[in-house]
């Protein structure tokens, strides 16, 4: 795209420090298109690399991104962190800035092996980020509830993902409690009454199928219509699972969910209640 050679990119990023790429677990550098677009642009007006790199600073990087987001963590950079995620929320909705920046962000220092201190700065912050959110959003407006309940252990990235679930939820309107599933199922029953939900979401995959299934069954004894969901496979894959899945993304899981709780409601009102019996007159 700029039409020189890796080493003389490397060159720049030594002496000028720009663009600054972020490592892949394998040490590969990976570039944001945003500085290298800008940068090719001002290479074109100016000829001259020195200039070139000033101006695309001046300019800035692009709008905000995961790359840019994940380049921030890398640098363990809060206060740039912070500037990304309110530039995102200039131009994107909160549920896009989580799904399209901030998750993004933290996935790109996902590692299968032990956590780097990339990753754990990344998860902590996000988590942070969310539960402030949370914290703000609007009451509930909506008379279905959803319970989530959260299998997974952190800094995991189902963690990360079941708390922005749970954010979009609330943020629609839908009175939301996540709990750990690690809870006895008999001590979870007293919980439900307050919530009274048309949903249960199961999210993480910290537990076996049959403890899963003590849930679901001292969930049922409670609130008997609710419907269960699995949230990124958190139920194991047997083959004869009949629990409907809601996706991996929080985003379009909130989407199916929401459109399954409108159907039930529309279902029940066009349901005609029964009528009670008179009694013999006496």
């Known amino acids: 795209m700029l039409g020189v050679s890796p080493n ?3 060159s720049w990023e030594r002496r000028y420090g720009f663009p600054r790429p972020r490592r892949t677990p394998g040490g590969h550098r990976q570039y944001a298109l945003a500085e290298i677009e800008s940068l090719r642009a001002t290479l074109a007006e100016t000829h001259n690399v020195s200039s070139a790199i000033a101006l695309a600073r ?19 950079d809060e206060e740039k962190a912070n500037t990304l995620l309110e530039e995102s929320l200039a131009l994107r ?7 399209e ?4 962000a933290v996935v790109a220092h996902a590692d299968e092996g032990a956590p780097t201190p990339e990753y754990e700065f990344a998860w902590r912050y996000a988590t942070g980020w969310l539960s402030a959110l949370k914290r703000v959003s609007p009451p509930a407006t909506r008379s279905a509830g959803v ?28 009175r939301t409690l996540c709990m750990s ?5 008999t001590r ?9 939900p048309s949903a249960v979401v199961l999210a993480g995959r910290g537990l076996s199928l049959d403890a899963l299934g003590r849930l679901v069954y001292s969930v049922r004894m409670v609130a008997r219509a609710a419907v269960v969901y699995d949230f990124r496979n958190a139920v194991p894959d047997s083959g004869a699972s009949t629990v409907p899945r809601l996706g991996r993304t929080p985003l379009a899981a909130r989407d199916v969910l929401l459109g399954r709780l409108d159907e039930d409601l529309a279902a029940r009102a066009r349901t005609p209640a029964q009528k009670v019996p008179a009694l013999p007159a006496r």
């Open 8 to 10: 003389t990119l490397r």
């Open 58 to 76: 001046q300019r800035g990087e692009g709008p905000s991104s995961g790359s840019r987001l994940a380049a921030a963590f890398a640098a363990f």
């Open 93 to 99: 909705s909160i549920e896009r800035t989580i799904e």
């Open 101 to 104: 920046v901030l998750l993004e």
């Open 147 to 174: 319970l989530v309940l959260d299998a997974s252990t952190p800094p995991s990235l189902d963690a990360l993902h079941a708390q922005a679930l749970e954010l979009m939820l609330r943020r629609a309107g839908i």
């Open 181 to 185: 599933a690690a809870i006895k199922p």
């Open 188 to 196: 979870l029953a007293r919980a439900l009454p307050a919530l009274d």
